[in-house]
Every structure is written in structure tokens, then in C-alpha cells.
């Protein structure tokens, strides 16, 4: 007998709805290939209703005194905080994300997240401009309007709560669209927070890129885009958003480069290495370390140790709290990353130091499992070493001298993340300065934080959205008013 399948709706103007044409999309558990739940799949007449009621709803919403938006966030996250393992838990289940190592943490600083823009909702703050005793100008930060939100299903969550916090604190609206493969995690967070919130003020649909997502994304009433996925994907919403001028925070994808010099502790940096790499996400992170620049003088020795502490990851059920690291999301991923690997297998200027394809029987055999794997190649001119794979296969470059690895490191048309790992704090700040990425981490390899400005440089993207910064640039706009106040009275007698 199959798993129970549960019907899951979407969120309308606070309504729990099927979509209109009655059609589902069934939601597969990577970790057995078994579908165990359905949401709606919503198309643009589905998107249209949505759009209409975030409209009616940012009419009361921005009127709402600030503070008081700020303190429904807070209600949220305590809410949140509360259900937070119920609901790692479905994340693991729709992901194949490791409950330990992944979902948990993801669920944490989603409580974060909401606490984090709960407090700030004082500082939507304006400017005055000193134009003299008799001019009183001045500026007001305004919330844009209805935001058409896009996420990817990586950490759906967070990557959904980064987008929901700000744009509600700063007085917008918002029509989110879930990713196709896992809506599941983050309707139940858009659940919590209609508890607090005006119907309308979020709705939440499901559906596919090309039926729900482009609709929305080219809906005339929506007034701001913010969409994280892949560069591909950014480009469309680019397009749409050129339409109608509409301003739009595009979080892309990463191939972003590790630079190890010599003068590392090597034992504590390999852990530093894996962490950055995100291994136990399966590598499905935009800003994995996944390109490995070695000093040559330490190649061997480090790659023998990250072969061994990678050989103790444990791989298995994501749901397992003995499991280190889960599956790839579907048969689409998963098929992607093992063309890589045979790419490389095959590719005979490439060495494969560990790893290779997955097994093709046992229990890794049963779900989307991939095992972590290296290829040591000389040159950053490969396919591997450039395009994003989204799977735990790491290049491994040697360097030898500061300028040359700076420059490999650069090359790409992405520049999301970087790592710079040196003893050298002067080497590693020049390092840092010199990388053309919008977020580098010297001696750590951690994900983002609360209060960060989080965001790319080229292809990578455009716009910042974990921060104040990033609410006052991405969810609100800045109006003048300018008031002359040297204005005679009618009569002087009346004064
Ligand atoms: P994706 O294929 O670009 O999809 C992202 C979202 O866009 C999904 O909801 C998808 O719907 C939707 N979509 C697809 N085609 C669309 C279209 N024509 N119009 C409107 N929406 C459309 O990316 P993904 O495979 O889900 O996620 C992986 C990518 O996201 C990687 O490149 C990764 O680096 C990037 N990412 C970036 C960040 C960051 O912060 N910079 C964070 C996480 C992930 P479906 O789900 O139905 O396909």
C-alpha cells in the first residue's frame, strides 16, 4: 500500500482555496520517490485573485502605525517558534534536507528572521534636507505596494521568510509563489501568519514557473518583483519587470570559489571547507564554496584529510537524527548532478579523488541520494569548474602565487559567495578586497545572518534583502516633499 496522500490549498485572501480549475500537482518525498501530499496548482486566474486581494489589502495595511506591524511579526515568530519543529520536520520530509543539520537550523532562523524585521519597524525612518530656514523638506520612506515574491525550494522557508518579514514591516503587501517541489514547509509559516494578519496582506500560491510564476510576475497590478532562483529564471523576471519599470531584487545562483593558502591549520580548515561547501545540503546552496582554489604546497595532505572527515559523513533518511547529509530534491536535479560527475569521469585531464556516481543499489539506492566527490582538475577552464552544478561535486584547483588564484577565483559570471582561508589577517582582508563577490568570509563558512546586507555582484544579483538596508532599498521608496514656508499671509492685519 502507498502513503496516505494529503491534500494541501493555497492561501487567498485568507481563505484556504483549491485552485480554480480543480487541477494538483503531486509532491514526491525525495528520500523514497513515494508522493505522499497534492497542492493546487494554481494558473493566472488563479494569480489574478491573489493580486486583486493583496491590492484591497495594502489600502488598510500601510495605514497600520508601524509599531504595530512590527509587533505582529513578533506574534508570528513566537508562533512560528512554537511549531518550529513540526515544521522542520515537513521540510525534511518535501526536501530531503537533513532534519539535523538543515531543516532544524533553517527553522531557527526563521524565528530570527521574523523577530529580526518585528523590531525594526521604528526605522523606517526619512531624511530632512537642509534647504534653508524658510524650506521644510523632508523625506518619507513609502512601502511600494503589492510585491510578487518567487522562491526556490533549497531552503524554501527561510528564503521565503526573508521576503515576507521586510516587505510586511515595511507596509507592502504580498502574493508569494511556493516552488513547485516543496510548498509544503513554508504554507504552513503563510498558515501562522493569517492568524495575525488582514486576509489579503499574504497570499500564498502553488503552482509551476511557467503557469503561475510568469503570470504573476507579469501581473499589471503588482508593483515590485523579488525573486530568488536561478540566473535563467532572474533573466525572465527581469524582462517582466522592464515592462512596466517595476523594481525587482533578483537573488541568483553562485559558483563561488574556497582560497586556501599555506599557512592554514589544515585539520580545523577542511571542517571550514565542508561547512562551506554545504555538503550537508547536498551542495543545493547558491553560495557553496564549490570551486576549491589548494595552495599547491599543502594539495595533498589537505585533500587527504577533507577525503577522510567526508567519508564519515553519514548519508541516509532525512528524517534520521543520525544523518549528516539527505537527498538531492527530485529525479530532475539528480539526474543533472550525476551528467556532471560522468562529465568529469570521462573528462581525462580530470583526476576523481573521491566520490563518483551514486550507488545503484542498497538504501541510498531507494531516494535521490548522491555521495560527495572531488575531481582534482589544473585548470579553472572546465565546464565543472564553471557553470553551477547544485550538487555536492567539488572542483579542486592547485595555486601558486595571491594574483593568479585572485584572478581564477574572478573569473565567472557569478559572485555571490567566497571564502578566503589564511593565518594572514593582511593577506586574507587583500584577498577579500580583491574578490568580486558581494559576500566574502574569511576563516568561516557559515550562512547568512540576521542583519547582513545579503545579495550578489554580476550575475549573481541585484538588490539586498537580509537587512535594514536591504528592507529600506528593496521594499519601500523614498518620496520628497518639499514645503516653501516663506509664504506672505493674505493680510498682513490678520496676523
Ligand atoms: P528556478 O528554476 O529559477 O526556480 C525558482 C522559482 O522560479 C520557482 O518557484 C520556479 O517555479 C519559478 N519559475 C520557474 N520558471 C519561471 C518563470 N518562467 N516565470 C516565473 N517563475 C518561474 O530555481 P530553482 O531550481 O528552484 O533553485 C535553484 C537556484 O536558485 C540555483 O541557481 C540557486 O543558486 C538559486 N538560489 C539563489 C539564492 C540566493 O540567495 N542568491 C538562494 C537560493 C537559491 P517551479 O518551482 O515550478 O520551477
Known amino acids: 500500500m502507498g502513503e496516505k496522500i494529503t491534500d494541501y490549498k493555497m492561501i487567498i485572501d485568507g481563505e484556504f482555496v483549491d485552485s480554480k480549475s480543480g487541477a494538483k500537482i503531486q509532491i514526491e518525498c525525495p528520500s523514497n520517490k513515494a508522493f505522499f501530499a497534492t497542492v493546487p496548482r494554481g494558473d493566472k486566474e488563479d494569480v489574478d485573485l491573489a493580486v486583486n486581494s493583496s491590492k484591497k489589502a495594502f489600502q488598510s495595511w500601510y495605514k497600520v502605525m508601524p509599531k504595530e506591524r512590527g509587533k505582529i511579526l513578533l506574534q508570528i515568530a513566537d508562533d512560528i517558534e512554537k511549531n518550529k519543529e513540526e515544521i522542520a520536520k515537513i521540510i525534511a520530509k518535501e526536501t530531503g534536507n537533513a532534519i539535523k543539520t538543515q531543516a532544524r537550523p533553517e527553522m531557527n532562523l ?9 523590531g525594526l519597524s521604528s526605522e523606517l525612518k526619512g531624511e530632512t534636507i537642509p534647504l534653508g530656514e524658510h524650506v521644510l523638506s523632508y523625506t518619507r520612506r513609502e512601502p511600494i505596494g503589492v510585491v510578487g515574491a518567487i522562491i526556490p525550494w533549497n531552503a524554501p522557508v527561510m528564503l521565503g521568510a526573508c521576503k515576507i518579514a521586510p516587505a510586511l514591516c515595511s507596509g507592502n503587501t504580498l502574493v508569494m509563489k511556493a516552488a513547485e517541489d516543496a510548498p509544503l514547509a513554508i504554507l504552513k509559516v503563510a498558515e501562522i501568519c493569517q492568524k495575525y494578519i488582514p486576509p489579503g496582506v499574504l497570499n500564498l500560491i502553488t503552482g509551476t514557473g511557467s503557469e503561475c510564476g510568469e503570470p504573476l510576475a507579469y501581473h499589471p497590478l503588482i508593483n515590485k518583483l ?47 571547507i565542508i561547512a562551506a561547501m554545504r555538503f550537508t545540503r547536498q551542495s543545493q546552496s547558491c553560495t557553496a564554496g564549490s570551486r576549491l582554489f589548494l595552495h599547491r604546497k599543502i594539495y595533498d595532505n589537505f585533500i587527504g584529510s577533507l577525503v577522510e572527515k567526508l567519508g564519515n559523513l553519514v548519508i541516509g533518511d532525512p528524517l534520521d537524527e543520525g544523518t549528516d547529509m539527505g537527498t538531492i530534491i527530485n529525479n530532475k536535479q539528480y539526474t543533472k548532478v550525476c551528467d556532471y560527475i560522468k562529465d568529469g569521469l570521462e573528462n581525462k585531464n580530470t583526476e576523481v ?22 575531481f ?37 559570471h557569478y559572485g555571490l559567495a567566497a571564502y ?19 559576500w566574502v568570509q574569511v576563516n568561516q563558512g557559515l550562512g547568512q545572518a540576521t542583519g547582513h546586507s545579503y545579495g550578489g555582484f554580476k550575475q549573481s544579483g541585484l538588490g539586498r534583502e537580509f537587512s535594514l538596508e536591504g528592507m529600506l532599498d528593496s521594499f519601500t521608496q523614498r518620496k520628497n516633499i518639499t514645503i516653501n514656508l516663506n509664504t506672505p499671509s493674505k493680510d498682513l492685519e490678520d496676523l
Open 376 to 412: 582534482r582538475n589544473t585548470s579553472n577552464e572546465w565546464r565543472l569548474a564553471k557553470e553551477e552544478i547544485f550538487g555536492p561535486v567539488l572542483v579542486a584547483i592547485p595555486w601558486d602565487n595571491e594574483e593568479e588564484v585572485i584572478k581564477m577565483a574572478n573569473d565567472s
Open 420 to 438: 578566503v582561508w589564511t593565518r594572514d589577517i593582511t593577506r586574507g582582508i587583500r584577498a577579500a578586497h580583491s574578490i568580486e563577490s558581494g
Open 110 to 118: 526563521v524565528v530570527d528572521i521574523f523577530r529580526y524585521f518585528g
Open 226 to 272: 523579488s525573486f530568488t532562483g536561478s540566473t535563467a529564471v532572474g533573466k525572465i523576471i527581469m524582462k517582466a519587470a522592464a515592462e512596466r519599470i517595476l523594481p525587482v531584487s533578483l537573488e541568483l545562483g553562485g559558483k563561488s570559489p574556497s582560497i586556501v593558502y599555506p599557512d592554514v591549520n589544515e585539520e580545523w580548515t577542511v571542517d571550514g
Open 353 to 374: 579523488i573521491c566520490g563518483g556516481l551514486p550507488p545503484k543499489s542498497g538504501p541510498l539506492s531507494e531516494g535521490y541520494y548522491t555521495i560527495p566527490t572531488i
